[in-house]
């Protein structure tokens, strides 16, 4: 199983909205409603921020939105604010007990 | 407070083995199935591998990277998990991770959403 597909960087200013792509195969986004993402901050481990591809944990703000279509997954970060510049990383179920992460994405508020 | 604590990283040669240890508290332990993710230097996470709950089946599966050569282990008296890595490999370098699954109002996603994590060993291997 190869990685997900992410780009590398992503940028925004203060208040505007900022989507990241994640892009996959049939045996892995394509295949599974599986799809969640993670926000990490320098020196610091993930924490979820979405998951099954659009639901929010407790605690995570509105403002974090994910869809799917397809193979391929997005993360939408509406009204960035400062603290949301950091890596994001999606993963997927890939089948037969597997799960895959992408390379991570910097997002960075300008 | 949930917390996983990772312990026994350290530096090694190559071939060489190490074990990772991972203490889980504030929750049932014993019903959750355990993963390890990694993260080499300036790189993305990487899925490792997962030992499922007893009454689940208790079975471990990995990645193809490690399979063979590291194994997952758990004890549930000690709510602890284990990462035996052997035949150790350059490019094992890595911060590695032990999580656990997100548990929602109708279930838990054991191998797709990771909501609780270790702070993060890290492995060097090198000469």
């Known amino acids: 199983q190869s990685a997900l597909s992410q780009p590398p960087s992503a940028s925004g200013s203060p208040g505007q909205s900022v989507t990241i792509s994640c892009t996959g195969t049939?045996?892995?986004?394509?295949?599974?409603?599986?799809v969640s993402w993670y926000q990490q901050h320098p020196g610091k481990a993930p924490k979820l921020m979405i998951y099954e591809v659009s639901k929010r944990p407790s605690g995570v703000p509105y403002r974090f939105s994910g869809s799917k279509s397809g193979n391929a997954a997005s993360l939408t970060v509406s009204g960035l604010q400062a603290e949301d510049e950091a890596d994001y990383h999606c993963?997927?179920?890939?089948?037969?007990?597997?799960?895959?992460f992408g390379g991570g994405t910097k997002l960075t508020v300008l | 407070e949930v917390q996983l604590v990772e312990s026994g990283g350290g530096l090694v040669k190559p071939g060489g083995s190490l074990r990772l240890s991972c203490a889980g508290s504030?929750?049932?332990?014993?019903?959750?199935?355990m993963s390890w993710v990694r993260q080499a230097p300036g790189k993305g996470l990487e899925w490792v591998g997962r030992f499922k709950s007893k009454a689940d089946g208790g079975t471990t599966d990995y990645a193809a990277p490690v399979r063979g050569r590291f194994t997952i282990s758990r004890d549930d008296s000690k709510d602890t998990v284990y990462l035996q890595m052997n035949s150790l490999k350059t490019e094992d370098t890595a911060v590695y991770y032990c999580?656990?699954?997100?548990?929602?109002?109708?279930?838990?996603?054991?191998?797709?959403?990771?909501?609780?994590w270790g702070q993060g060993a890290l492995v060097t291997v090198s000469s």
């Open positions: 993963s997927s179920y890939a089948g037969s007990n597997i799960v895959i």
């Open positions: 049939s045996s892995d986004i394509g295949g599974y409603n599986y």
């Open positions: 504030g929750f049932s332990f014993s019903n959750a199935w």
């Open positions: 999580t656990t699954g997100h548990c929602d109002s109708t279930s838990c996603h054991w191998d797709d959403a990771f909501d609780v």
